[in-house]
């Protein structure tokens, strides 16, 4: 799948806020350097071109930095409470909350080992919690519970509801899923 149009839109986007030819951002536990020049979005800890949704992500964030982010909130919303995820809520759970489920549903406690490999701290909710600060200023918080004699394993992602002013709902997808891509 081409996402030409979007990767135009977003260096347009980039270009219109005068942004300097060379920037970089954090994106989980990795450092991307972006050449508005060559319009190139790189990963600096494995000197490779970032994947296409990532790229497109990392550009939206760095044109909503470049004209400045709004605050935190401390209000955290699940995927469904935000406006506009109609027929999008299916597709994010399976991609998105499934794989959590999948890798810490059996063993919720082992979302522990992410705390040194990510910028991610424990929390509070659920029976075990931890916030990964996906961009700065965007963290996203991840809730697990484990199963009893009624239910099974269950799993949430949250968000800031500053979210609403960064992203919309396609890179809060993406987000919540290249997220989950690496716990």
Request: with cysteine; hydrophobic share 45%; glycine share 8%.
């Amino acid at each position: 799948m081409s996402y030409e149009a979007a990767f135009r839109k977003a260096w347009e986007d980039l270009s219109n806020l005068k942004a300097p030819n060379n920037l970089s951002v954090k994106f989980m536990a990795d450092e991307y350097s972006i050449d508005a020049q060559a319009g190139k979005v790189l990963s600096l800890s494995c000197n490779a071109p970032a994947k296409d949704l990532l790229s497109i992500l990392i550009l939206h964030y760095l044109a909503k930095k470049l004209g400045g982010l709004p605050g935190l909130t401390g209000q955290w919303l699940t995927f469904k409470e935000l406006a506009g995820i109609e027929g999008y809520a299916s597709a994010y759970h399976q991609r998105s909350v499934e794989p959590i489920l999948r890798k810490y549903g059996k063993d919720p406690e082992g979302i522990r080992n992410i705390l040194g490999r990510l910028p991610a701290k424990l929390s509070e909710g659920g029976d075990i919690s931890v916030v990964v600060e996906a961009f700065a200023a965007v963290p996203v918080l991840i809730k697990l519970w484990k199963a009893d004699s009624e239910f099974g394993p269950d799993a949430n992602i949250y968000f800031d509801a500053s979210i609403k002013d960064i992203f919309c709902i396609e890179d809060i997808i993406v987000l919540a899923q290249t997220v989950a891509g690496q716990l």
